[in-house]
């Protein structure tokens, strides 16, 4: 188990509190998941999914034929998103949660429980500012999916020594001031990016960038 799962594993506890009900994140977590422009049947892949905080969102979307997995890390997170799952009613089943360590992937890691025949939507909220090597991650799960999978991205940024980042970089065990849109940039057909104000930390200078698109090749 290496320090980051180790911190939020503790961090589960109190993940949920800890965002005020989302509501730094929630305006800019909505627009990516609505770039993912999902549809009755679809399959969402919510990776580093946390305590689940993007479910109800996606769940009633994707209609009694859908299936969202949710892949994370840290079992900690994963129990508190096992709970948020059996909350969304008795469909809770078209919800899978996996454990996996998405730092080494291998290419057809989710081939168990993908549906045949069936391109997987990909949401990325809030996680892959916590690794150095994010560029690497990103390309290794990029050539996990099948073309024509489409991507979508939250994350908050803030330039190197904003004031108040540190207090982000801290929380997330992260490093805000890393561009993580630029490889879904240098590889998604039809790239879109949007940026949005984070108003709620007013003593944090950070905005949000929504970033979308589709693998083609
Ligand atoms: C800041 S949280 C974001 C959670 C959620 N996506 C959200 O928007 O609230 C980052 C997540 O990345 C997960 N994570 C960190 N390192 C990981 C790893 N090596 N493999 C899989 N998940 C990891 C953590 O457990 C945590 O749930």
Same mark, same amino acid.
């Given at each position: 188990?290496?320090?980051?799962? *180790?911190?939020? *594993?503790?961090?589960?506890?109190?993940?949920?509190?800890?965002?005020?009900?989302?509501?730094?994140?929630?305006?800019?977590?909505?627009?990516?998941?609505?770039?993912?422009?999902? !549809?009755?049947?679809?399959?969402?892949?919510?990776?580093?999914?946390?305590?689940?905080?993007?479910? &109800?969102?996606?769940?009633?979307?994707?209609?009694?034929?859908?299936?969202? #997995?949710?892949?994370?890390?840290?079992?900690?997170?994963?129990? $508190?998103?096992?709970?948020?799952?059996? !909350?969304?009613?008795?469909?809770?089943?078209?919800?899978?949660?996996?454990?996996?360590?998405?730092? =080494? #992937?291998? &290419?057809?890691?989710?081939?168990?429980?993908?549906?045949?025949? $069936?391109? &997987?939507?990909?949401? #990325?909220?809030?996680?892959?500012?916590? %690794?150095?090597?994010?560029?690497? #991650?990103?390309? *290794?799960?990029? =050539?996990?999916?099948? *073309?024509?999978?489409? %991507?979508?991205?939250?994350?908050? %940024?803030?330039?190197?020594?904003?004031?108040?980042?540190?207090?982000?970089?801290?929380?997330? !065990?992260?490093?805000?001031?890393?561009?993580?849109?630029?490889?879904? $940039?240098?590889?998604?057909?039809?790239?879109?990016?949007?940026?949005? &104000?984070?108003?709620?930390?007013? %003593?944090?200078?950070?905005?949000?960038?929504?970033?979308?698109?589709?693998?083609?090749?």
């Amino acid at each position: 188990m290496n320090r980051t799962l *180790n911190w939020y *594993n503790l961090f589960s506890k109190v993940y949920d509190l800890s965002t005020f009900g989302d509501r730094p994140y929630r305006q800019a977590r909505q627009r990516a998941i609505q770039t993912l422009d999902l !549809q009755e049947g679809d399959v969402v892949v919510d990776l580093f999914c946390g305590t689940g905080v993007n479910f &109800p969102y996606i769940f009633p979307e994707i209609g009694p034929d859908g299936l969202l #997995i949710g892949v994370d890390g840290s079992a900690g997170m994963l129990d $508190k998103a096992r709970r948020r799952a059996a !909350q969304l009613g008795p469909d809770a089943s078209r919800i899978r949660l996996l454990a996996r360590d998405l730092r =080494d #992937i291998q &290419p057809g890691f989710l081939e168990d429980v993908l549906p045949d025949g $069936k391109t &997987p939507k990909v949401l #990325i909220t809030l996680a892959l500012g916590v %690794f150095e090597a994010y560029e690497t #991650i990103f390309a *290794n799960l990029y =050539d996990a999916m099948p *073309n024509g999978t489409r %991507f979508a991205l939250m994350e908050v %940024f803030a330039e190197k020594g904003a004031r108040g980042a540190w207090l982000l970089d801290f929380v997330g !065990q992260a490093d805000v001031s890393r561009r993580v849109w630029e490889p879904l $940039k240098a590889r998604l057909s039809a790239y879109q990016e949007e940026w949005l &104000p984070a108003h709620f930390w007013r %003593f944090i200078k950070s905005s949000l960038v929504v970033a979308s698109g589709v693998k083609e090749r």
